[in-house]
DNA sequence: CCGTATCCAAGATGATACTG
DNA sequence: CAGTATCATCTTGGATACGG
């Protein structure tokens, strides 16, 4: 007896449409992007390799827990690349790839947009906000 | 005697440049773009206006909780309109704004990007994965 | 200089039950 | 039909201190 409710049903049709959602191109890019800190690192590698230190300093509002760990998750999407020189004390470099450099356009098309609209969206807040 | 330690300012520094990122149009576009649910309802709103229950049905990976919720947002950010017409059982119908319409747009640029790049990330992700 | 470990707060999402 | 209320859980991000 396959006698399924019709709440069982939607949950399965939840569980199946939730593991298609997770291989979606889009939300993948969307879910790098939207890291509170790989947008200014892209950025700030924008115009070529810079050392960890370098990073920190243009990207202040970081910690030097989050710069990491942001590198991190940017070098194993293969879109920066960590260059370990061993010296004393150690020298680090970080440089966008193909790839990276790829993405930065698209994150400019975003922040493009954002600039030609954002004020719309912020008055629509305005009217809902005080509507209600 | 202003003795602010190195510690102390680059605090300061933090919270200076952060106050700056919540007004980065690029990120305010990001955070509502990657909100789990926001691409979909907008996708299901691409052709025209829907009714609620057409919605849940569009987007079965949403609770109502989490629909609701998305809708509100967008109608607050102005990208849909929410349509309330008195009859029982009550009819509420849901529409793409042309603000909507204009981020449906970028958003299918960042789903070209993703089609075209992702398999680039993933291999990636396997070479970093497997070689630590 | 560069990175890691620990602890913690806040927000996002989900399960579930209930209402006009 | 459409929406709300409550409670639980998971993920992000931040503070802080320590280590090679």
Known sequence: MTTRTAEQRRLDARVAHNRDLDGCP???ILSILAERWT???LEALAEGPRRHAELARAV????????TRTLRRLER???VT????????VRVDY???ELGTDLLELQQSVLCFGRRRIDDIREARRRYDSGS
């Open 95 to 97: 440089a966008l790839t």
């Open 60 to 67: 202040p509002g970081a910690t030097q827990r989050m710069l």
């Open 26 to 28: 889009g939300h993948a």
């Open 77 to 79: 999407d293969g879109l």
């Open 39 to 41: 947008t200014l690192v």
């Open 82 to 89: 960590r260059t370990v020189t061993a010296q004393v004390p």
